[in-house]
């Protein structure tokens, strides 16, 4: 990758996380970037149409381009089409939060998602993430799918994060995540309380292509004060059903068949 690219897709990644825009110094400071070669480089993305600066305080952010530019290939794609009914339908079987996962290469990123909780605490996180795969309920169900070596070596890969940003029962070691993952390919689904997140827990099962491999994952999460290891289990059978229910229906997805 051309160091040019290499750099607008560093400031693009930056300034995703900074909604309120950010300073030139700042983005070129962050970024370690010249000053007057990231001013040259934000000219050009704003040029573009990916980038406006704001007139106010000369605050660069980004415009709904990128956004719409994700939310169109969604659509064209048809995830969103053959899955959406079959995750509200789980939403509202278990009243919690429920989202879809689409491998894509070695990442695992939320596309969709279905609330079922009408009241009380609503656990609803940001979309259009990559999941963290070794401390996450969808991470570990994906691990679970490959075979121990491979998926050992994308955790090594990937590296772990500072537990102390996550829950209080997150792995430390590569041996902590693997201990997630065998226990989610010996049951057919994952189960973590209190690792992504302080008071949290999640659930997932995988979805497979015609070819066995996984192409995504189903996850309900919520409050562990409502969904906790017994609630769980409950809802286990009822999670495999609805991630099945989408293998079947992702052949009519353009984006799911190339993974199939």
Excluded at 228 to 236: D, F, I, K, P, V
């Amino acid at each position: 990758m051309s160091s040019v690219l290499e750099r607008s897709f560093k400031v693009l990644d930056h300034l995703s996380a900074h909604p309120e825009g950010c300073a030139l110094s700042s983005i070129a400071s962050e970024q370690d970037i010249p000053l007057s070669a990231c001013h040259r480089l934000l000219t050009e993305l704003v040029k573009g149409g990916y980038v406006r600066q704001d007139p106010l305080d000369g605050h660069y952010v980004l415009t709904m381009k990128l956004v719409s530019m994700g939310l169109s290939f969604l659509s064209n794609s048809g995830v969103v089409d053959v899955a959406q009914p079959l995750l509200d339908q789980l939403a509202t079987a278990s009243g919690e939060l429920i989202r879809l996962g689409v491998v894509d290469g070695d990442e695992l990123t939320f596309v969709a998602k279905a609330q079922g909780a009408t009241h009380g605490l609503r656990y609803d996180p940001d979309m259009g993430l990559s999941v963290p795969l070794w401390c996450s309920a969808a991470g570990h169900a994906w691990l679970s799918t490959m075979p121990e070596d491979a998926a050992m070596a994308l955790v090594a890969r990937k590296g772990l994060g500072s537990p102390t940003n996550y829950g209080p029962q997150a792995p430390t070691t590569i041996k902590g995540v693997m201990a997630f993952v065998d226990r989610a390919r010996a049951r057919g689904f994952s189960t973590i309380e209190e690792v992504f997140a302080p008071g949290m827990s999640a659930m997932a099962a995988p979805v497979r292509g015609r070819n066995g491999a996984a192409i995504g994952v189903v996850t309900i999460a919520g409050p562990v004060v409502r969904l906790n290891a017994a609630r769980m289990e409950e809802l286990a059978p009822v999670l495999v059903d609805a991630a099945n229910d989408v293998a079947r229906a992702s052949r009519g997805s353009a984006l799911f068949r190339a993974r199939s």
